[in-house]
């Protein structure tokens, strides 16, 4: 504007322009035009190509991969459902059943849709475990994992409200009994569950704004993996020594090693998705949802799907409802907390010998969690929910801070490299150092 | 250096296909399955007795002949009462029968259509678009003419109850008269495999002989019974062979991928070998 | 994902990368290199198979489908009159049409016309005053008037269309107006003398 003919020139001189393009390196000349405007190309190259990644991941490592996968397969068959799908307590139950039997490969897809949820928090837990036994979510990858968590949050609700949507007993009774959880909050609490609900019960608007939330929220779930996966390219990913790499030694690129490695996981993970959905697809699900939604009658003995059984068994096992409610959702808040819970600064439990095995027990705990969550609220199933409760709880609040104290992990392998060539029978190892606090990345 | 005290990957592959091993025969076992009885049964288990169907296992598919007599079967007892709402007559090609057999049959039927010009409802013969007829015009009629209790819609009964087409084939077997000491309530009836006993449904299939079958079976009442459970089973999944078939090329598919991905990963990371 | 990144151009191995050869694996590029290609052609097709399900879907479904044909009945029709019913959610127009109509449509000269089709084409021998045709103008879709007695009729006695000026003659045949062909003649036949069945 108020520059002078001198500085105009220099402006529009394609030589100084060319500054405030992307360096590309790209040979193809129209891909080579799009980086350099949009460096979208060099950005995959870089984070997903030449990324130096730790060379000693073991078949853990795949499940973000998958979930993605999931997503991506999630998304798909649901925008496509979504086109048959009619959000009416008068016609959601025959709609769905007409995508079963009229739409062209209607049940291909609903089929994948409703188990796809599943595998996907198959999927989620497996890489949630991995993360906590090789304490991934360590400093410096403390928001990599707290981002985690509201993935996972966000799948639940999304996938609760998409159970919802065959409008079935149990869509209808689990859509009941989950919103009046919120109930349980002192003096608001009625009014929100009126809120959520839009009238007096789970009726009609319920199934609408579910609906309509059930396709908004896994796009959120898509901006959040996004994130995660920023964070996860700062830091660089952890590995099962739970050591950083030191040199160029320790890491490898992550193509082509990771994404053919990833590609196995994929093909051996659509197998276990085909088995379910051609097979078996009805297997984890409740045969009370093809039952249509009568507002009128309970189902005798109501569950939620298995991957919310865990937290159920913790809702139930106080007696007192709003207590129940809170400890079901500090279960999850928890984990929020779990980075500064953990002051252990060993992060693999391969070398904390007194960790890795109140770790597994609460592996264990969380699968008798599930199981009596899908058993009825009497005794003696009360007793142990609560019993694994205790232990849910006093793992992350009591264990995790004591052992930083008190455990004696053992000594870590010099390098990456070394503990990898040490495995694959290579000459004798440097004596290993007494452990030491892990290095600052 | 230690090793860790025991490598925790193989063990906990070996725990993975143990339970795989542990689950797969429970998931794909049509065997006996316990249905549990509801609060007021005392949790008394229920054994559900295994009926061989000819879509049992991965690779059963239906015996065409078996399904088409439970369609008789379902249009001449159970269509007095129960409706088939998700069915429309164009559906039954899907158990062999040709589009004419299928139209002769749809027109057997009167189904409510209109409003004609005058702005009234008449009844017409039906097409094959059209809905299986239902008996009552809504669920308070059906009740009405049942004592109160709604006979439910067959659609997709076998995915709606535990133990699917082996527990449909036992509920309609499973009448006898109470044990001593139990007292059937009035307009109830005793059941061994119904959940709680005491079922509202009146025995449907009594007689041998009830039905006269076109292909000459001899209609015992067991075999009505697995008919109409066969046909009952193909209603609630149509695609069942469809599903099945497709599901073996896949996974035929997915497995020799498999293959050739595993392949290029292990001389891809060969390189790393060398070092 | 895998494919994708198989296209990129390399980078330089930081550490061994895939420039790195072995002796010892000497004949690994080739038989890697058929490796790929068979597991990426294979990958290739899964994908587009397993794409197919999802585009077929969108097509009609078996309800929709099995709605393709409707009766009519033909009693109620006075000469010069006509009805209009729904096939396949769109309108068909039933005329029953008088001798002078009939005599007005065949004395044109095919060769005058845009879409040249004679009027005995257009309707079923010994049946000629029925004309049956979609009710949708061939220009851009909108339902033309003359169905109603009241309705303009356009400049040759048939239907005109108002969005744009479409004129049809009493054999549903453009004559004037944008509209490229004739009104579409749906399949149908005669049930009986009174019945015709549409689809």
Redesign the interface.
Known sequence: MAAGPHEQHKLSDPDNDVRHLHDSKVENPVLRWIDQRMPVISMIQLEYGSFPTPRNFNYFWNFGALAMVTLAIMIATGVILSMQYTANTHLAFDSVERIMRDVNYGWLLRYAHSNGASMFFIVTYIHMWRTLYYGSYKSPRELLWMLGVVLFILMMATAFMGYVLPWGQMSFWGATVITNLFSALPLIGEHIVTWLWGGFSVDNPTLNRFFSLHFLLPFLIVGVTFLHVVALHITGSNNPLGIEPKTKKDTIPFHPYYTVKDSVGIVVYFIVFAILVFFMPNYLGHPDNYIPANPLVTPAHIVPEWYFLPFYAILRAVPDKLGGVALMGGALVILFFLPWLDGSPVRSMRFRPIAKWLFLLWTVNFFVLGWVGGKPAEQPYILIAQIGTAYYFAYFLVLLPLLAKFEKPLPLPESIASAVLKRRGGGPLPAGATAKPMEKA | ??R??FN??PTLKAAAVAAALALAPA??DTGARAA?G??GSGHDVIRIPDTKFTFDG?FGTFDRASVQRGFQVYKEVCSACHSL????Y??LTGIGLTPSQVAAISSQFQVQDGPN?NGEMFERPAR??DRFRRPFANDAAARAANNGALP??L???V????GGADYMHALLVGYEEPPPGVTVMEGMHYNKYF?GHQIAMAPPLNTDGQVTYADGTTATVDQMATDIASFLAWA?E??LEQ??A???R??V??????G??????R????????? | MADVLANLPKTSPSGPGPGHVDPAHGEGPVRRDFLKLAAGSFAAVGTVVMAWPFIHSMNPSQDVLALASTEVDLTPIAEGQAVTVMWRGKPVFVRRRTPQEIQEARSVPVSELRDPATDQSRVKAGKEQWLVVLGVCTHLGCVPLGQKPTDARGDYGGWFCPCHGSHYDTAGRIRRGPAPTNLAIPDYSFTSDTRIRVG
């Open positions: 250096m230690r860790p005290m925790l990957i998931a794909l549990e509801g609060p991965i709402r998700q069915l429309s164009r559906h010009d094959p678009s439910p819609d659609s997709v009964m995915k709606a109850r535990e959940p609630a149509p695609e599903r099945r497709m599901g073996v896949m996974i598919f997915l497995t020799i991928l498999g050739l991905v595993y392949a290029v990963k001389k891809i990371w060969s390189n790393l070998h060398g070092e």
